[in-house]
């Protein structure tokens, strides 16, 4: 196996944040809240993990203080992509082999 997994990415929901971000978007915080249904505290550490590693990008814009929005950095882009591959090699190297349903 060639890519690893990398482990500030390899948890569920930060894994999650990352697939939202990946395309180039960004978005509200409230948005990504929404869609993996966590609580406040709990998405603000798996934010945070990420943000610290470098992997996502938090900031505030214009006037309301309040809205807090996320983006993927090139390096977060760049490990979400090698974990991804990392996930493949272990699916594609333990695929078992169909079974015939005529038996």
Do not use: F
Not at 33 to 49: G, T
Not at 56 to 82: C, H, I, P
């Amino acid at each position: 196996m060639s890519a690893e997994l990398d482990p500030v990415i390899h948890p569920a929901h930060r894994l999650r944040i990352c697939a939202m971000l990946v395309a180039g978007t960004t978005l509200e915080l409230s948005v990504v809240k929404e869609n993996l249904d966590l609580s406040p505290s709990a998405l603000s550490k798996q934010v945070a993990a990420l943000v610290d590693a470098g992997y996502v990008k938090q900031e505030r814009r214009g006037s309301d203080s309040r809205r807090v929005w996320l983006s993927m950095t090139r390096q977060g882009a760049r490990a979400y992509r090698n974990h991804v591959a990392a996930l493949q090699e272990i699916v594609a190297s333990t695929a078992v082999p169909a079974v015939d349903a005529h038996r």
